[in-house]
C-alpha cells in the first residue's frame, strides 16, 4: 500500500493586510491562523469542561479558576523553557535572551514540568490540597489536546522519518509519518473515555494517574519515529529524545498515582470535596 493521507492545510484568515493602514502599519499581516485558533479552543474548551465538572462536585468556582490560571500560565513558560533548553540547546548559547522569547517554540512536556511547577506554587500561595483540582482539570484535560494536537496536524511541526506505510502523509518533500496526527488520534479514546467516566466521581488521584499511564507510552513509542535528517531534527541523550526521558517520569508518577487512588478509595478523604483555607491561615498552617 502507498501513503494514503494527504498534506492538508487551511489558509491563515487574513484580517489586515501588510501596509494596509498607511505608514508601513501593520508590518506584517495581521491574520488569524488555524493552529493557534485550534490552541486557544482547546484551552477554552478544557477550562470550561473543567469548571463545569468542578460545580458539579462542589468546588469553589474561584479558587478553580485560580488554580487554572497558575497552572496554564507555568505551562506556557515551561513549554517554551524546556524546547529552548533541550531540544535548541545551541541556540541559548548563542541567544540567552531566546530563554525569554516565550513565542519561539513551545514543547508538550516542558508544558506538563511548567503546569506542575505552576501547580505547585499556587499551593504554596493558598495552602489548599492539590490534588483533587488537578483531578478536575485532569478530566477535562484531554479534550483540549485533541483541539491542540488537531492545530499541530494542520501544521505539520511534528515531521517524522520518510515511510511509505498506509497512515504516512504526503509531505511536500516525500511521504512521512505525521506524530502531530498520530497523537491526536490516540488522544480521542481517552477524551471520550473522560467525558464518560466524569459522570460519577472518582477517588481523587484517578484522571492524573489514568491520564499519565496512557499518554507516557504510546508517547515514548511515537518518538522512535520522529525525523532525524531535519535541521530542526531533536536533540537526542543516549539515542533518546528529551519527551522519552520524561515519559519515564511521567509513567511511574501515574503508576504510583493511580494505585494510591485505587488504594484509598473505600476512605471519605478520597472522595471529600477540598475547601481553600481562609487568607489569614493559609500560610500559618503550612505547607
Known sequence: MS???????LPDLVILEAGALGGGFPPAPFAVKPFGTLVAMGVYLGAYLAVRQGRRLGFDEKALVSFMVWVGVGGFVGGHVFDTLFYF?????????????VWEGLSSFGGFFGAALGAILWKWKTNAVLLPYMDVVGSAFPVGWVLGRTGCSLAHDHPGMFSDAFLAVQYPDGARFDLGLYEMLLTVPLAVGFLILRRRPRPWGFYMGMMTVYYAPYRFALDFLRARDLRVSDERYLDLTPAQW????????GAVTLFRAFESAGEPSAWAVPQVPPPSSRRASGP
Open 3 to 9: 501513503p494514503a493521507i494527504p498534506y492538508l492545510t
Open 89 to 101: 540547546p545551541s541556540r541559548v548559547m548563542e541567544d540567552p535572551l531566546s530563554l525569554i522569547r
Open 246 to 253: 520524561a515519559c519515564m517520569l511521567m509513567f511511574a508518577y
